[in-house]
């Protein structure tokens, strides 16, 4: 079975400074691991997604996300966060084969204060 | 870019009601999703679809069913509805294999009372 872990139902941060939202994730097989975002009333925008290749994975609008096989983690980073960055974030799996089906986290609401 | 559109954003709808959400999405995709949303819950499959005709059950396919007559189309029907089937449900769609990215549309708030 495949699930998504996502510790924090809350992130807080100021402006400006380093933002970290962390998932974990488990599945059978080397994973698809993908970031989305959410805003108020909105549906989900694709943030970025890791397939193979270099671990550290760039997406929009500033984020990162690294793949750590070992820790069986893909947190989400940015450098400098910033007051849009206020949304929700949903971490998702999918396996390698089969039809292509993510297994989402249950969010993590992140608040940037000014 | 690609679009995926629900018709109804919000609906209010009572105890017993059938009911109907529309998807359209416009980028020929084999793939298309209902999921719900729930706070706390995050994200779980309903059904889905790979093809015309075709479905699979998700996680949570009780008191729903789905129909997909054409490819771009694809349909959530609450046989009757109840008031925990109160939520926001989600359409999307994608290319057929694993790995590629899912598209959403912008939600359907659903009310039933």
């Known amino acids: 079975a495949q699930s998504v872990a996502q510790p924090e139902d809350q992130v807080n941060v100021a402006e400006g400074n380093p933002l970290t939202v962390k998932c974990t994730y488990s599945?059978?097989?080397?994973?698809?691991l993908f970031w989305y975002v959410q805003y108020p009333n909105r549906g989900l925008q694709f943030l970025l997604k890791?397939?193979?290749?270099?671990?550290l994975v760039k997406g929009s609008y500033g984020f990162e996300a690294e793949f750590n096989k070992s820790q069986t983690s893909f947190h989400l980073k940015k450098p400098s966060a910033l007051v849009s960055d206020s949304a929700l974030y949903f971490c998702?799996?999918?396996?390698?084969?089969?039809?292509?089906?993510?297994?989402f986290g249950t969010g993590t609401r992140l608040t940037v204060i000014p | 870019d690609v679009k995926v559109t629900q018709s109804s954003r919000y609906l209010v709808k009572r105890t017993g009601e059938k009911v109907f959400l529309e998807c359209v999405q416009d980028?020929?995709?084999?793939?298309m999703f209902w999921y719900r949303q729930d706070p706390g819950l995050g994200l779980r499959l309903i059904y889905f679809?790979?093809?015309?005709?075709?479905?699979e059950k998700g996680d949570i396919p009780e008191g729903y069913s789905v129909s997909r007559e054409k490819k771009e189309r694809f349909s959530l029907i609450l046989e009757s509805a109840s008031t925990n089937q109160t939520s926001m449900y989600l359409c999307?769609?994608?290319?057929?294999?694993?790995?590629?990215?899912?598209?959403f549309g912008e939600g359907s708030w659903l009310t039933v009372v």
């Open positions: 890791y397939i193979t290749g270099d671990n």
């Open positions: 980028m020929d995709h084999e793939n």
């Open positions: 998702a799996v999918a396996r390698r084969t089969g039809a292509n089906n993510l297994f």
């Open positions: 599945v059978s097989g080397n994973p698809y």
């Open positions: 679809s790979y093809d015309v005709k075709m479905k």
């Open positions: 999307a769609s994608s290319l057929l294999n694993s790995g590629n990215t899912i598209y």
